[in-house]
């Protein structure tokens, strides 16, 4: 509840890294209240990244865990003067948000909440976001250094904490030190529902489409000017509308997504991204949409056409695939914990996505987080207290392990 009153939104708009100075507010609370726990060698770089060391409690040798989390908040709704409220054992009647009465969360739009009664809620007070995501992945991490710390007896390797700036505008990762850092393998602390373990995200290019036209004197046009807008336009028309789009699609389907759309008479462009679980599929995606601009252009005469394809992330699935101990552990962690693992496919990008491709294998475990991005969002105590439990069990797991 400290943490999510400190304004840590990121600004997608910015070129600087860490995109806001003022995620660094939390970072300090972050480092001071790590030192204060033992952990010397916490530290905050120029860039917005906190690394700290768990020391090893084995003499096996043991590969270094990192757990991570991200500090900023989105974009997409205020988290200037975030007013926590905790809820205590919640009866699963409507919560109305005290500052704007308007905003009410129910379980008619949070079912999950349904099986959330008897716990401890956080929500916001009506006017902003909350912050969960991803402070209650902070706040696990921090709460799992403490009780190590604490615990010496608990046997585990090596675990490496990582606090990120950015997630949310996509860059969390752009300037971590890998070699710093050391670890062989991660877990990203911004998962939602209990029990959820998340490897496998989509994979993600970015496509625009260029067509030039040709430009004349409108009076004396006939027959030699060519407009680019129009080609533009009849090939938007040409995407199909019952299909193969964010807003026809679900589960393991993939979508070709049009973002921005702007031109001129000489120039129109138009930016996609393209998703699917299966990499391979992407290229089947493009040269589709390519084949629809082409065919557009054939109807203007005179344009020419430019397809620029820009990879951005990959499906960590193809990386844990190949580590397979990183989410069986998982698992037996969930399992020593009391849940039953479900393992989840996340429709977008997540910082451990880039961190696998990086060398870090790195799925996402759950924190409670619900209703994310809004000023609905909220968060179970007890959501939180159990993914702590999770991360001492998985460290001991890949102690005996090892
Ligand atoms: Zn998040």
């Excluded at 890294?17 to 003022?22: A, L, N």
Aim: glycine letters at 8%; proline letters at 5%; aromatic letters at 6%.
């Amino acid at each position: 509840m400290r943490y999510v009153q400190v304004d840590t939104q990121s600004d997608p708009a910015s070129p600087a890294q860490p995109s806001t100075e003022k995620q660094k507010d939390l970072s300090r609370i972050l480092v001071e209240e790590l030192k204060g726990m033992g952990i010397a060698d916490a530290e905050l770089d120029e860039y917005g990244y906190v690394y700290a060391t768990i020391p090893a409690t084995t003499d096996k040798q043991v590969p270094v865990l990192c757990y991570c989390a991200h500090v900023d908040t989105a974009p997409d709704c205020s988290g200037t003067g975030v007013k926590p409220i905790l809820h205590r054992n919640y009866t699963g009647a409507d919560i109305v948000l005290p500052d704007d009465p308007t905003v009410v969360i129910t379980t008619k739009d949070h079912p999950y909440l349904q099986q959330r009664i008897g716990d401890d809620i956080i929500t916001a007070s009506g006017t902003t976001l909350l912050g969960a995501d991803d402070k209650a992945g902070v706040a696990i991490i921090m709460d799992l250094a403490q009780y190590l710390i604490a615990n010496p007896q608990i046997k585990h390797g090596k675990i490496r904490i990582l606090f990120t700036p950015d997630e949310e505008i996509g860059r969390g990762v752009a300037k971590v030190d890998m070699q710093k850092l050391g670890a062989d393998f991660g877990y990203t602390l911004d998962g939602g529902e209990r029990a959820h373990l998340e490897g496998e995200t989509f994979s993600a290019d970015a496509v625009t489409v260029v067509f030039h036209g040709i430009s004349a004197h409108p009076g004396y046009a006939k027959g030699k000017l060519v407009n680019a807008m129009k080609a533009a336009s009849a090939f938007m028309n040409k995407l199909p509308r019952n299909e193969w789009s964010p807003e026809t699609t679900e589960k393991m389907q993939g979508f070709v997504h049009p973002m921005h759309m702007e031109g001129v008479l000489e120039k129109a462009s138009v930016q996609f991204i393209i998703r699917d679980f299966d990499t391979p599929q992407l290229a089947h995606h493009e040269e589709r949409l390519r084949k629809l601009a082409i065919e557009a252009a054939a109807e203007f005469p005179g344009i020419t056409t430019e397809f620029i394809i820009k990879e951005q992330y990959r499906n960590m699935k193809e990386i844990l695939d190949q580590n397979p101990q990183v989410m069986a552990h998982a698992e037996e962690a969930y399992r020593r914990a009391g849940m039953t693992p479900e393992r989840m496919s996340i429709r977008g990008g997540t910082d451990g996505s880039r961190l696998s491709f990086m060398g870090l294998p790195c799925p996402n475990i759950f924190t409670g987080e619900m209703g994310i991005h809004s000023k609905q969002e909220y968060v179970s105590v007890q959501d939180m207290e159990k993914a702590v439990e999770t991360l001492v069990y998985l460290a001991q797991v890949w102690e005996e392990k090892a």
